[in-house]
């Protein structure tokens, strides 16, 4: 590239910038509705698109540190509005922005009432608008955190859905890398911040994934420097910038029993949890699972997703997809790999 041309791409970035992509980006613009609230927490329903041969449902977990929006980013990068386009019913749990009366929620509250309370909604509103028969069950996908969750409340309440997925979901937690590496009980002090701040704040969560990678925010802006003329890439970094620093925080004590059984002990891989005085244990799942992992993710590596084909009761199958922790969310492939699984 000649001086010329780095002065043009530096211009273009410029106005680009000062025209305040980050809080014009509008998230989450597929349709859809609320069908059910609980706390701070909200069920969003997708429906199949019009004319569309209508296929299993399926119930989406999401994680709790940051908004549902990146399954739904824009319009032709959102896996929900992929699936809804060729007849899948989309039933997402938005956990929502926790307030400070949220701060002494349990982890066993989130996994033993209000995830269930979802699902059982979700299924309910799919046999009443005909997409499953009397007696049907919905699938369910988790992503991240949401997933971990998704697994820990279907081993403890069986008979919600058929089978589950898990995309770029931790399960071996000693497979964890350098967030592993970090979050050590040496190292970690979570009950010194609970106490103290009452939730784990989004702001800490998000420097602390920044520091896994810190070349990537010079990598980020670099990328945007040399393609600020392609309009569909400086759109989708405009949204994932925002949706990225609209974090969400982590309410105290939840956060407090996530690190201690899933970090410090890795429990999911036994079965000596004690949840709120009740064993959990993933061997007691019987239904059909899948690993969706990531080649290049940071954050759950591929060793510590496939910790479900040891852990999990029932039978699991894994598939590796291109991309990393987030941009795997965006692959083309996903909904197609999704939808694979969903009709088998």
């Not at 925010?217 to 040399?226: D, E, G, P, T």
């Not at 009761?313 to 492939?333: F, I, R, T, Y």
Request: proline share 7%.
């Amino acid at each position: 590239m000649n001086i010329a041309e780095e002065l043009e791409r530096s211009v273009e970035l410029g106005q680009f910038l000062a025209s305040r992509p980050v809080a014009r980006a509008r998230l989450g613009a597929t349709s859809h509705r609320v069908i059910h609230r609980q706390g701070s927490s909200a069920l969003r329903y997708f429906p199949p698109a019009r004319g569309a041969t209508v296929r299993q449902p399926l119930f989406i977990s999401t994680p709790l540190i940051n908004g549902w929006a990146i399954l739904d980013l824009l319009p032709g990068r959102s896996l929900v509005g992929a699936l809804s386009a060729v007849g899948v019913p989309v039933y997402l749990l938005d956990w929502g922005v926790p307030g400070a009366s949220d701060r002494g929620l349990s982890l066993g509250a989130l996994i033993d009432q209000r995830l269930p309370r979802a699902l059982s909604r979700a299924t309910r509103h799919a046999r009443a608008e005909g997409h499953l028969e009397a007696d049907g069950l919905p699938a369910a996908l988790g992503y991240c955190v949401g997933g971990t969750f998704l697994a820990m409340s279907l081993a403890r309440h069986p008979g919600l859905v058929d089978r589950m997925a898990l995309l770029a979901t931790p399960i071996d937690f000693s497979e964890g890398g350098l967030l592993n590496t970090w979050a050590d009980p040496e190292r970690f002090p979570v009950d010194a911040l609970i106490d103290d701040l009452g939730a784990f704040p989004k702001e800490l969560m998000r420097e602390a994934f920044a520091w896994l990678r810190p070349m990537a925010q010079l990598s980020k802006w670099r990328s945007l420097h040399a393609r600020i003329h392609e309009h569909r890439f400086a759109e989708t970094w405009a949204a994932l910038e925002r949706w990225s620093t609209e974090g969400v925080d982590f309410p105290g004590e939840a956060y407090r029993a996530y690190v201690h059984g899933c970090y410090f002990d890795n429990a999911l891989m036994g079965d000596s949890w004690m949840l709120d005085g009740r064993p959990l244990q993933l061997k007691a799942a019987t239904i059909p699972a899948r690993v969706f992992a990531a080649t290049g993710d940071h954050i759950c590596p591929p060793a510590a997703a496939n910790g479900l084909l040891a852990a999990w009761g029932g039978p699991v199958e894994a598939e590796l997809l291109q991309g990393g922790h987030v941009s795997v969310c965006l692959s083309a492939a996903l909904p197609a790999r999704l939808l694979s699984w969903i009709d088998a």
